[in-house]
């Protein structure tokens, strides 16, 4: 059984930076394209960045474009999301997905097949 465990969330003032981790257990990530999601109160869950099994290519949502960072350590089996110049409407809970095995950085929640728990990401004005 895979668990992904996200951490680094928080609370951050407007303009600040986090560093969110997903680490696994029950399974390595080499091999499989991650993906980050979020969900905001009263929003239906959305897509943030994805990262292909290499890490060769990535994709962003256009919010979020130019100020997220999404990168992987294969090594210590963990996925990251830098995210600097953090806005309001930033505020979520951040979840790490497990997507398809060798393939691209995919955007469609429907091919992520495990989740994490989500992390909450508060940024204050």
């Known amino acids: 059984q895979v668990q992904l465990v996200e951490s680094g969330g928080g609370l951050v003032q407007a303009g600040g930076s986090l560093r969110l981790s997903c680490t696994a257990s029950?399974?390595?990530?080499?091999?499989?394209?991650m993906g980050w999601f979020r969900q905001a109160p009263g929003k239906e869950r959305e897509f943030v960045a994805a990262?292909?099994?290499?890490?060769?290519?990535?994709a962003y949502a256009d919010s979020v474009k130019g100020r997220f960072t999404i990168s992987r350590d294969n090594a210590k089996n963990t996925v990251y999301l830098q995210m600097n110049s953090l806005k309001p409407e930033d505020t979520a809970v951040y979840y790490c997905?497990?997507?398809?095995?060798?393939?691209?950085?995919?955007?469609?929640?429907?091919?992520?097949?495990?989740w994490g728990q989500g992390t909450q990401v508060t940024v204050s004005s």
């Open positions: 990262i292909s099994w290499r890490g060769r290519s990535t």
């Open positions: 997905a497990l997507g398809p095995l060798m393939t691209g950085a995919t955007t469609n929640a429907d091919e992520y097949a495990y």
């Open positions: 029950g399974r390595t990530l080499s091999g499989y394209a």
